[in-house]
């Protein structure tokens, strides 16, 4: 079966939307909604990595239960934000990272769709179960990119 494919893959991009998003939460800490709320978005897909790796196993995949965090250079991200926090660019900067997030968490949606329908093909109840609980976070992923660029990108886009 490929449904074993479909886990991994979508282990791998959760993985990487987690990593984003804390890279993210990082880099924005003046806007301390996109810092606060990418941070617990980032442990939503965290959930969902420990979550794929647990029935992963069920097909004979070793899949990591980590997400790292978001690396030896968050400090820098940091104090660079700090610094950067009156100029133009970080806004642009900002625009460019929830675009970024809103790819990967579509990327993400998508593959979640194609699990639970691989799921529902091969009567396996117990993934179309973890599809059905772990998608909509996903989709709540997408909105909140989707609302924080409408909210921002006038005000940046215009200043």
């Given at each position: 079966?490929?449904?074993?494919?479909a886990?991994?893959?979508?282990?791998?991009?959760?993985?990487?939307?987690?990593?984003?998003l804390?890279?993210?939460a990082?880099?924005?800490?003046?806007?301390?909604?996109?810092?606060?709320?990418?941070?617990?978005?980032?442990?939503?897909?965290?959930?969902?990595?420990?979550?794929?790796?647990?029935?992963?196993?069920?097909?004979?995949?070793h899949?990591?239960?980590?997400?790292?965090?978001?690396?030896?250079?968050?400090?820098?991200?940091?104090?660079?934000a700090?610094?950067?926090?009156g100029?133009?660019?970080?806004g642009?900067?900002?625009?460019?990272?929830?675009?970024?997030?809103?790819?990967?968490?579509?990327?993400?949606?998508?593959?979640?769709?194609?699990?639970?329908?691989?799921?529902?093909?091969?009567?396996?109840q117990?993934?179309?179960e973890?599809?059905s609980?772990?998608?909509?976070?996903?989709?709540?992923?997408?909105?909140?990119?989707?609302?924080?660029?409408?909210?921002?990108?006038?005000?940046?886009?215009?200043?």
């Amino acid at each position: 079966m490929k449904l074993a494919l479909a886990v991994r893959e979508l282990h791998r991009a959760e993985k990487s939307l987690a990593r984003d998003l804390r890279k993210t939460a990082d880099r924005h800490q003046a806007e301390h909604e996109v810092h606060y709320v990418a941070r617990d978005l980032a442990e939503w897909s965290a959930d969902h990595v420990r979550e794929l790796a647990r029935h992963g196993r069920d097909y004979g995949l070793h899949l990591d239960e980590d997400v790292p965090g978001s690396g030896p250079l968050a400090p820098l991200r940091s104090a660079l934000a700090e610094l950067g926090a009156g100029r133009p660019e970080p806004g642009l900067i900002l625009l460019a990272d929830l675009r970024r997030l809103h790819r990967k968490a579509a990327g993400v949606s998508l593959d979640w769709e194609l699990l639970a329908q691989g799921a529902q093909a091969a009567k396996n109840q117990e993934l179309l179960e973890l599809a059905s609980r772990c998608h909509p976070r996903t989709l709540r992923q997408m909105k909140w990119t989707n609302a924080m660029l409408k909210i921002m990108s006038p005000q940046i886009l215009t200043s």
